[in-house]
């Protein structure tokens, strides 16, 4: 007997327009109608303007600041919960809080594992995401998680510059994984800078292990956030004798003066993708900002559990 498959509905969250327009029409199906109103206080409050009964939903919602884009998906969650819908999977192409994955010191809070429990409680089925900042982070859920790879995305760009002495760098020693596992399909060297912080932002000093002298080296992180760490590990790198340097970062935080950092560094290009929606004036300001769009990768995932098929085919590299 034949799988029956459920009417599938898209619905975009207000902090990621963008993408979802885009994952809509590559999945070819138009985003359902819903509305976000608000109190005169800012309280928000979602309601769908079609039925959702026995549908399978999809929510699409970046969780990154304002902190109105988490809350709005919970209540997007128990709304189409309470309408009944067949099943709800929160897209989330940027999970929040990620980096409070652990404590790290006293008295502080597993941010990531708090984030989980909500998303759980607020009636989910499914999450899928991308490049989480640890990929053990998928152990805070009780339910499945289709975590999806930006190396289907970036490694393609990243053969067609035809870079002849192509070394992949760490920013840290936490992402030395990272970039190790990227730099497998290019048969590359790894290089990683060691970093000191004074605090969260604020490094207090780095060093290069490794030989980057005539290399053309590419950077790889999963967050960029202040571009501080970026900037000074491609300064530090150019010192050394480097040809050039690029990076290659999934999430594009850029808070504070990022965009401008960017622009004033020695980094030919910085590779980002679309899982958070960019300030349009600040980056028509930032020539070095290369944005390659995760659209498709989302519309085949979305596809492939509709249909019960295997999300790790979409990971085939070429």
């Known amino acids: 007997m034949p799988l029956q498959f459920n009417t599938v509905k898209l619905f975009a969250g207000s ?50 600041q304002p902190t109105d884009n988490l809350l709005e998906l919970l209540l997007m969650i128990d709304a189409a919960k309470r309408a009944s819908a067949h099943y709800i999977t929160v897209v989330v192409p940027y999970f929040g809080y990620a980096r409070q994955d652990r ?40 339910i499945p998680v289709d975590h999806l790879d930006g190396s289907i995305i970036f490694v393609p760009y990243i053969k067609s510059l035809n870079l002849p002495n192509l070394t992949i760098a760490s920013p840290d020693m936490g992402g030395s994984y990272r970039a190790r596992t990227f730099a497998k399909f290019f048969n590359a060297e790894v290089i990683i800078c060691d970093k000191r912080r004074k605090r969260a932002n604020e490094i207090e000093s780095m060093s290069i292990i490794g030989e980057v002298k005539d290399q053309d080296v590419v950077l790889i992180d999963d967050i960029c956030d202040t ?42 290009e910085m590779i980002v993708t679309d899982t958070i929606q960019l300030n349009p004036e600040k980056q028509r300001s930032c020539s070095k900002i290369k944005v390659l769009s995760t659209a498709d990768l989302f519309a085949g995932a979305i596809k492939n559990v509709n249909e019960h098929g295997s999300i790790s085919d979409l990971f085939d590299i070429k």
């Not at 109608?33 to 309601?47: A, H, N, V």
């Open 15 to 64: 902090g990621t327009v963008e993408l979802a327009e885009k994952i809509s029409t590559s999945y070819g199906k138009p985003l359902g109608d819903m509305t976000l109103s608000k109190f005169s206080d800012g309280e928000i409050q979602p309601f769908y303007n079609e039925s959702v009964r026995g549908s399978d939903i999809f929510l699409i919602q970046s969780t990154n």
């Open 103 to 142: 404590k790290d010191k006293p008295r502080v809070a597993i941010g990531a594992k708090l984030i989980a429990n909500l998303i759980m409680a607020a009636g989910a089925h499914r999450i899928m995401t991308m490049d989480l900042h640890a990929a053990q982070i998928q152990g805070f859920f009780d």
């Open 227 to 268: 571009a501080g760490t970026l900037s000074k590990a491609a300064a530090l790198i150019m010192e050394n004798g480097a040809r050039s340097v690029r990076a290659v970062c999934t999430h594009a935080v850029l808070s504070g003066k990022a965009y401008d950092t960017i622009e004033n560094s020695v980094l030919t």
